[in-house]
């Protein structure tokens, strides 16, 4: 072995670098692995060709879909991981969220802790991400421990009169919860001291300002000025290799960026790869003690990948939309069901501002959809973004595997309980004329959805290496802890059991807090 550590973590995003954050004052020694680099900073970092045109900084890789197609995932290998591209949404699952729910195509299984044991790590998980926000306004959400610690981001003029006429239709808007570094001025201008200035790039970019709250930022550039951590970047984790009788993790073994092979030990080692390469990693490491994979007695690893049933929209506004910093407001009002069905339906959200040269990237899947007077910038001028979400349900089926070759294949049934978030566009779309905007023109925005692949958008995934009580049908204890190894944990979004219908992010965030505390104890 060429180092030895107490920890080992393997990915800096949500789970890996909030648990890095968490375990840092304790004065162990901490080794986090991250498969990529920094991100570059610079100028198309807020470049709309550049992120979402030509992808420039997803992962230049293909996965396999069930019918052997190549498709490239919407994964992003820098520190701080996906965070690094998220929109910052950062929502608590409902508490019933945590209980058996029944939708329409199927039921959504019961977590094996409660909302009331993960809200005390929510409140510090809202704090530590500098959440902006108001307890209170959604009728839905579970009781909190403590407001946001940081006001609202107040919603600018076409936003407050969309979230006006949204409460003369008897709904609840709401704030949205995002993580930003703002300091706002009593009309809600960015102040001279503010890290964030409300620009058009809050969602899907990287921020030039470090204003926005990823996981690099807030965990792991901090976590790194104990003693007692390290950073290893561009260090491709292979496999995980045991004793021989396989109750321990003993080595990690990893590609480093000049091509050489590095072994690392330690006392516990923590996989935080995102839900697919979590599943991929263990997969891999299979041995004879573990035939199917580490922690895959269970036969559940790689299982039950969900991804939310998404879908972006752009309505056109009859007046022009100046906004700027347009993700501020959201809808849970048929969250859990609506007075016409009585299943849930999900979820709706403001998606950063649209701009002409998004438009323009994805104009050969609008045609005869946008009129020929109406050139795209007018177009964008008009445009009011929305994010519907919908639960995704877990299905063995939908699962993770690798072939022969070490390939990645990714097999999803896509039109999983895809009735609720039909509906909910239909809600969308019924209101369009009370709300400011041109009935029936309601357009489908796929360049948030991998240019209308929604295999591509992994943005969400959760789900592949869940917990549980029972390990005959899950991998991880109840602290996310390998039931089939005594030093091996998984703490990102591969533990979920179900994804709920909003954006996953927090309570990663959140488990990680928590695993953090259980792990700190561990260590003594």
Same mark, same amino acid.
């Given at each position: 072995?060429?180092?030895?550590? &107490?920890?080992?973590?393997?990915?800096?995003?949500?789970?890996?670098?909030?648990?890095?954050?968490?375990?840092?004052?304790?004065?162990?020694?901490?080794?986090?692995?991250?498969?990529?680099? !920094?991100?570059?900073?610079?100028?198309?970092?807020?470049?709309?060709?550049?992120?979402?045109?030509?992808?420039?900084?997803?992962?230049?890789?293909?996965?396999?879909?069930?019918?052997?197609?190549?498709?490239?995932?919407?994964?992003?290998? !820098?520190?701080? @991981?996906?965070?690094?591209? !998220?929109?910052?949404?950062?929502?608590?699952?409902?508490?019933?969220?945590?209980?058996?729910?029944?939708?329409?195509?199927?039921? +959504?299984?019961?977590?094996?802790?409660?909302?009331?044991?993960?809200?005390?790590?929510?409140?510090?998980?809202?704090?530590?991400?500098?959440?902006?926000?108001?307890?209170?306004?959604?009728?839905?959400?579970?009781?909190?421990?403590?407001?946001?610690? !940081?006001?609202?981001?107040?919603?600018?003029?076409?936003?407050?009169?969309?979230?006006?006429? *949204?409460?003369?239709?008897?709904?609840?808007?709401?704030?949205? =919860?995002?993580?930003?570094?703002?300091?706002?001025?009593?009309?809600?201008?960015?102040?001279?001291?503010?890290?964030?200035?409300?620009? &058009?790039?809050?969602?899907?970019?990287?921020?030039?300002?470090?204003?926005?709250?990823?996981?690099?930022?807030?965990?792991?550039?901090?976590?790194?000025?104990?003693?007692?951590?390290?950073?290893?970047?561009?260090?491709?984790?292979?496999? *995980?290799?045991?004793?021989?009788?396989?109750?321990?993790?003993?080595?990690?073994?990893?590609?480093?960026?000049?091509?050489?092979?590095?072994?690392?030990?330690?006392?516990?080692?923590?996989?935080?790869?995102?839900?697919?390469?979590?599943?991929?990693?263990?997969?891999?490491?299979?041995?004879?003690?573990?035939?199917? @994979?580490?922690?895959?007695?269970?036969?559940?690893?790689?299982?039950?990948?969900?991804?939310?049933?998404?879908?972006?929209?752009?309505?056109?506004?009859?007046?022009?939309?100046?906004?700027?910093?347009?993700?501020?407001?959201?809808?849970?009002?048929?969250?859990?069901?609506?007075?016409?069905?009585?299943?849930?339906? @999900?979820?709706?959200?403001?998606?950063?501002?649209?701009?002409?040269?998004?438009?323009?990237?994805?104009?050969?899947?609008?045609?005869?959809?946008?009129?020929?007077?109406?050139?795209?910038?007018?177009?964008?001028?008009?445009?009011?973004?929305?994010?519907?979400?919908?639960?995704?349900?877990?299905?063995?089926?939908?699962?993770?595997?690798?072939?022969?070759?070490?390939?990645?294949?990714?097999?999803?049934?896509?039109?999983?309980?895809?009735?609720?978030?039909?509906?909910?566009?239909?809600?969308?779309?019924?209101?369009? @004329?009370?709300?400011?905007?041109?009935?029936?023109?309601?357009? +489908?925005?796929?360049?948030?959805?991998?240019?209308?692949?929604?295999?591509?958008?992994?943005?969400?995934?959760?789900?592949?290496?869940?917990?549980?009580?029972?390990?005959?049908?899950?991998?991880?204890?109840?602290?996310?802890?390998?039931?089939?190894?005594?030093?091996?944990?998984?703490?990102?979004?591969?533990?979920?059991?179900?994804?709920?219908?909003?954006? =996953? +992010?927090?309570?990663?965030?959140?488990?990680?807090?928590?695993?953090?505390?259980?792990?700190?104890?561990?260590?003594?």
């Amino acid at each position: 072995m060429s180092r030895h550590y &107490d920890v080992i973590i393997i990915g800096t995003g949500a789970g890996g670098g909030t648990l890095a954050h968490r375990l840092a004052p304790t004065g162990k020694r901490i080794l986090l692995l991250e498969r990529g680099d !920094y991100l570059p900073r610079e100028r198309d970092n807020w470049n709309s060709t550049a992120v979402f045109v030509k992808g420039k900084y997803r992962a230049p890789e293909f996965w396999y879909d069930k019918h052997g197609n190549q498709f490239p995932p919407e994964v992003n290998y !820098y520190v701080g @991981g996906n965070t690094k591209f !998220y929109g910052a949404a950062l929502f608590r699952l409902r508490p019933e969220d945590f209980g058996e729910l029944r939708h329409h195509d199927g039921v +959504s299984p019961a977590w094996p802790l409660t909302y009331e044991d993960l809200e005390p790590y929510y409140t510090q998980a809202e704090h530590l991400y500098l959440v902006h926000g108001r307890h209170g306004e959604d009728p839905t959400e579970g009781p909190a421990g403590a407001q946001y610690a !940081y006001p609202p981001v107040q919603h600018e003029p076409r936003i407050q009169q969309l979230s006006d006429d *949204l409460e003369k239709q008897g709904l609840h808007p709401f704030h949205l =919860p995002i993580g930003v570094n703002l300091s706002q001025d009593d009309q809600g201008r960015a102040t001279h001291r503010s890290a964030c200035i409300r620009c &058009d790039r809050v969602d899907g970019f990287p921020c030039l300002l470090n204003a926005k709250s990823d996981a690099q930022v807030i965990c792991v550039d901090p976590a790194l000025e104990h003693a007692g951590v390290e950073l290893v970047t561009t260090a491709d984790v292979r496999r *995980l290799e045991t004793d021989p009788a396989g109750r321990s993790v003993t080595s990690v073994v990893a590609e480093t960026g000049d091509g050489s092979t590095e072994r690392f030990s330690a006392d516990i080692v923590v996989v935080a790869c995102g839900a697919v390469n979590s599943a991929v990693l263990l997969l891999r490491s299979a041995n004879d003690r573990h035939p199917n @994979g580490l922690a895959n007695s269970s036969d559940v690893v790689g299982r039950h990948y969900m991804r939310h049933n998404n879908l972006a929209l752009m309505a056109i506004s009859k007046e022009p939309n100046d906004t700027r910093f347009q993700k501020t407001l959201a809808l849970n009002d048929w969250y859990l069901g609506s007075d016409d069905w009585d299943y849930p339906l @999900g979820g709706i959200q403001m998606l950063g501002k649209s701009d002409s040269e998004q438009i323009h990237g994805e104009a050969p899947r609008w045609a005869g959809a946008v009129t020929p007077d109406l050139p795209f910038e007018v177009l964008a001028h008009h445009a009011v973004d929305f994010w519907l979400c919908g639960e995704d349900l877990p299905a063995a089926d939908n699962r993770v595997t690798l072939d022969r070759a070490g390939a990645v294949h990714l097999a999803l049934d896509e039109k999983n309980n895809v009735a609720a978030l039909n509906r909910l566009r239909h809600k969308l779309q019924g209101m369009l @004329g009370h709300l400011g905007m041109h009935e029936h023109h309601l357009l +489908s925005h796929s360049i948030y959805l991998h240019k209308g692949m929604p295999i591509g958008a992994t943005a969400h995934q959760a789900g592949t290496v869940r917990f549980g009580r029972d390990p005959a049908s899950s991998a991880l204890d109840v602290n996310c802890k390998a039931h089939d190894l005594d030093n091996l944990y998984v703490v990102d979004t591969s533990f979920f059991p179900s994804i709920g219908a909003v954006n =996953p +992010s927090l309570t990663a965030i959140a488990n990680a807090l928590r695993v953090g505390d259980h792990l700190a104890e561990r260590l003594g």
